[in-house]
Every structure is written in structure tokens, then in C-alpha cells.
């Protein structure tokens, strides 16, 4: 994709309901407290990125917190603006002070992205203290969350191409009915989901004064120490390196701006859904044949999001391998557990900062994928969990960090980057992570609520990304519009999830 291209898309993003209230804009700086007893992990000057840095692209992750305000009192039965306004400014001067200790325990979430003009392998975190972005805006509207997206209230771009921008940023507004939103964002290269996490968690625990309960990575450095394979792969999957002699830079597949579907399944429907793909292989060996409620769910989606693509005739071409036969599905996996690196349980840290996320791609026949069955579905949920523990061995991560790294060049520039993931479908599944449980102490009066807010953004085609909500999950699936009507009628998928209404 070009700069160009690149540009024009961020501009689109910024537009989504543009609110004319100012916006106040600080760089919080890492304080010099030194905040806990114990050791913290030892300050470096810089941090070279791995592979699995480098293979993600320059965007910055966001994530959507809503608290509201209660009135001030039980006569105040509506809250007025004054009172919350006030209570804002409490609010902001607890979270500026607690994520300016947070910077300090954590430099590399300080410091800014530099790359080698000369060299593309070479991409380092400077530990320079540059601070975070901290920005605030107050509205005179009551907050309707149908009418906002998470990029409209983001305060960042969607691609972080500018060095000079802090890696981390969050933005607070509140509105005139008392609820808040916070957005943060992390840059994609300098950190994965569970790392963006650990930070959060980190900053959450400070702000509650829960200092005995951090848990800092041992070390900054990104040296993974995995052995070094007997030969580097031609081919991955999961990666796809596209030819050098393109005439047109790579387009991002059709992206659906905020509008595609979203549903929502109970905690009840997955535990039916697991139990019902289960039973149908329970007799067959119990370990070898064991699946998740993440894989059945995952199955779910595919297959449903397959039916509904399959004969429009808008379907847009993915990055894929074009197989007569089989769909491929790109899988996010955390592979930190399987090299001693941390455990990839909620609310646990890891002993690792940066991305680790192996972008694994799982192959099944598609004959599976269009049949509206338990039975295919069973089998697409083994085929998913089969994939994973294959290509999360030891070895298999070597394997797949060598072939980045010895594929370097197509990540140069980065504006025309050729190395780009696969998948005729792609998921991400972030449930392990409840924001809604994140109150960051703030005060008596502010609570935090849930929301779907961060599910309202930009995907490109054939991307599902699974959040956690109250009282289940909240996927929202990116297919062609012309896809939505099939995709709504999709008999095994409706039979436990319905679409969210806004």
C-alpha cells in the first residue's frame, strides 16, 4: 500500500463524526518515584525489535473503557454537568499521575519507534522518556453510543507511521450526561495484545495503589533465544511474500467502515455450543480430539462467514494461496507459554514484552466450511485445534521467526510492504481481557460499564474480532455488504448468536 493510499485512508478514519469541542493535549513524562521496593526490570537504552515485531503492521491498536458518573447526590436524580465536570478533573489528574509512574516501570512504552534508513532488519525502541500522549476533550451532548466509532474518538491514526508520536497515547471525553470514555493506544510493532495488557494491568494496578501485585517482564529485550533451525523454510504458513515486481502496490482486501454486522453470544449459548460440537466427537480419543469453546466458536464464525462470501459476486480476492479446495483462516496465537515465556491465562503477565503473536493460517476443505452441520462444524474446530498445536512447538516457532527475519526485505518500504498475512478469513479473539473490570480506582461515583464501542471500527474484508461483553462475547464480522443478508439468515450461526442492535 502506498503513502498515498496510506494517507488518504487515515484522513477518512480522523472524519468519523468530528466533534468541533477542543481537545487538550499533554505529554505525560515517566515520573522519577520509584514507586516499588522490590527490583524492576533493568532500564536499557534501546531495544532491538524481533521478527514477530517486525512482522506486524505499523498500526495503532486501540482499546475502548466507558465509566459513568453517578449524581452526586440521590435528589440529583440526572447529574448536572457542572458536578461531572468537576469530577472529570479528579478523574484526569488520577489517571495523568498513576500512568506517569506506569511509564516509569515500563521505558520502552516511553520511548519512541526508530528505523534504519539504511538497513530494514534494523528496527529499535529508543528508551528516550519521550512520554505518552494524554489528551482530553469535554462535550456538550449526551452520549449515545450508536453514534460514535472507536477511531472518532481515538484521538490517533489508524496507521502509526510517524516516528515523532509517542507509542502510547490514550484520550478521555466526557459528555454531558456523565459518562466518560477512554481510549488507549498502543503501536502495533512495539507491542502485541498481551503485552498492550500488561501495561494496562500495570497502570490499572497503580492507579488502585495494588503495588504489591505487579508483575514486570524480567527483561526489555526481545531476544526470544530460540534455537537456531537446520534450514530456514522457503514457504510459511500464515505469511505470504508477495512477488517484487508488482506493478501497483498491494491493496488492503475492501474495508468495511464501522458498518458491518455484530452479535453477541451468551456465555450459556458458547458452553451449548462446545457441549454439542463435543458430544459429537467425545467417542473418539478425549485428548487427541479435545476442543476449546474458542475453537468451537472460532468454527462457527468461519464457517458462517465462508457461506455467506461464497457466491457473491463481489467477493473481494484475499492474500491467500488461491487453493481450488480449501479456505484458509488466519489465527492469532500467543506463543509465550510454549517457549517459557509467561502463561496466556487472563490476568497474568508474562516475563515478555513485544509481540509474539505466531499468525498462524489453519487450511480445511472448504466443502466443510459451506455446510450448515454440527458435524462439519466439529470438524473445522478440530482441524483449528490440530493447527495450533503443531505450529506451537519450540521448533515450529524457530522455524517460523527464521523464515521472518530471512524475508526482511519485503517489509521495506513500509508504506509497500510484501510481506502480508493470509487468510481467506482472519480472526482475533481478545475475550481473555475484560475492560469492563478495569475501574482504575478512580472514585466512589465512577464506575465502569461495558461497551461494544470497541468493535466499531475499521477491518478489511473477511476479518472477526472476538471481545468480551457482559454476560458473553461480542464478535463483529466483516464480510461484503452484499454478504450481511446471508450472513444474517445463516441458520447455525442464528441458532446461538443474534446480531447486536445499536
Given at each position: ?46 531495544v532491538r525489535l524481533c521478527p514477530f515485531d517486525i512482522l506486524m503492521p505499523p498500526i495503532n491498536m486501540r482499546l475502548a473503557m466507558v465509566f459513568k458518573i453517578a449524581p452526586a447526590s440521590e435528589s440529583d436524580t ?125 497502570w490499572h494496578q497503580i492507579s488502585r495503589k495494588e503495588l504489591e501485585e505487579i508483575v514486570l517482564p524480567v527483561t526489555w529485550s526481545r531476544d526470544l533465544k530460540l534455537a537456531t533451525p537446520v534450514e530456514i523454510p ?23 467502515i464501522f458498518d458491518g454486522l455484530r452479535w453477541f453470544i451468551s456465555d450459556a449459548k458458547l458452553a451449548q455450543l462446545k457441549l454439542d460440537c463435543t458430544t459429537l466427537i467425545s467417542t473418539q480419543d478425549p485428548v ?215
Amino acid at each position: 500500500m502506498s503513502g498515498q493510499q496510506i494517507e488518504a485512508l487515515s484522513s477518512m478514519f480522523a472524519k468519523s463524526l468530528a466533534s468541533s469541542a477542543p481537545t487538550s493535549t499533554e505529554i505525560i513524562q515517566p515520573s522519577t518515584k520509584r514507586i516499588l521496593q522490590a527490583p524492576v526490570t533493568p532500564f536499557v537504552e534501546s531495544v532491538r525489535l524481533c521478527p514477530f515485531d517486525i512482522l506486524m503492521p505499523p498500526i495503532n491498536m486501540r482499546l475502548a473503557m466507558v465509566f459513568k458518573i453517578a449524581p452526586a447526590s440521590e435528589s440529583d436524580t440526572q447529574g448536572s454537568s457542572a458536578s461531572f465536570e468537576k469530577e472529570f478533573e479528579v478523574v484526569v489528574a488520577k489517571l495523568k499521575a498513576s500512568l506517569a509512574d506506569a511509564l516509569e516501570l515500563y521505558p520502552p512504552v516511553a520511548g519512541t519507534i526508530d528505523r534504519s534508513p539504511t538497513d530494514p532488519a534494523v528496527i529499535t525502541i529508543n528508551c528516550d522518556g519521550r512520554g505518552a500522549r494524554f489528551m482530553t476533550q469535554v462535550e456538550s451532548r449526551a452520549y449515545v453510543e450508536s453514534e460514535h466509532t472507536l477511531d472518532g474518538l481515538s484521538g490517533t491514526d489508524l496507521f502509526g507511521l510517524d516516528s515523532s508520536k509517542t507509542i502510547f497515547a490514550v484520550k478521555l471525553t466526557l459528555f454531558s450526561c456523565g459518562t466518560i470514555v477512554m481510549i488507549t493506544s498502543m503501536h502495533h510493532q512495539a507491542a502485541d495484545l498481551a503485552s498492550y495488557m500488561d501495561f494496562i494491568r500495570t497502570w490499572h494496578q497503580i492507579s488502585r495503589k495494588e503495588l504489591e501485585e505487579i508483575v514486570l517482564p524480567v527483561t526489555w529485550s526481545r531476544d526470544l533465544k530460540l534455537a537456531t533451525p537446520v534450514e530456514i523454510p522457503p514457504t510459511m504458513p500464515g505469511i505470504l511474500i508477495l512477488p517484487p515486481n508488482l506493478t501497483s502496490p498491494p491493496l488492503i482486501p475492501a474495508l468495511r467502515i464501522f458498518d458491518g454486522l455484530r452479535w453477541f453470544i451468551s456465555d450459556a449459548k458458547l458452553a451449548q455450543l462446545k457441549l454439542d460440537c463435543t458430544t459429537l466427537i467425545s467417542t473418539q480419543d478425549p485428548v487427541k480430539f479435545w476442543i476449546s469453546t474458542s475453537d468451537a466458536f472460532t468454527a462457527l464464525v468461519w464457517g458462517a462467514m465462508t457461506r455467506g462470501r461464497q457466491d457473491i459476486p463481489t467477493k473481494t480476492p484475499m492474500f491467500t494461496n488461491q487453493d481450488a479446495d480449501l479456505e484458509s483462516l488466519g489465527v492469532a496465537v500467543d506463543g509465550r507459554e510454549m517457549i517459557g515465556l509467561g502463561s496466556p491465562r487472563a490476568g497474568s503477565s508474562s516475563r515478555f514484552f513485544g509481540n509474539l503473536n505466531l499468525s498462524v493460517a489453519v487450511y480445511h476443505p472448504r466443502v466443510d466450511l459451506l455446510q450448515t452441520t454440527l458435524e462439519a462444524t466439529s470438524r473445522v474446530a478440530l482441524a483449528i485445534r490440530k493447527t495450533i498445536q503443531d505450529e506451537t512447538t519450540p521448533d515450529a516457532i524457530a522455524s517460523r521467526a527464521a523464515f521472518i527475519a530471512s524475508q526482511v526485505e519485503a517489509t521495506r518500504p513500509v508504506t509497500n510492504q510484501r510481506m502480508v498475512l493470509e487468510g481467506d478469513c482472519r480472526s482475533t479473539n481478545w475475550v481473555k481481557h475484560d475492560l469492563s473490570k478495569f475501574d482504575f480506582g478512580l472514585a466512589p461515583r465512577v464506575k465502569p460499564v461495558s461497551t461494544a464501542l470497541g468493535t466499531k471500527t475499521v477491518y478489511p474484508a473477511g476479518m472477526f474480532l472476538i471481545t468480551r461483553g457482559s454476560g458473553g462475547l461480542i464478535v463483529a464480522t466483516t464480510v461484503e455488504k452484499e454478504a450481511d443478508v446471508l450472513l444474517s439468515s445463516d441458520p447455525l450461526l442464528t441458532k446461538y448468536a443474534e446480531i447486536l442492535k445499536d
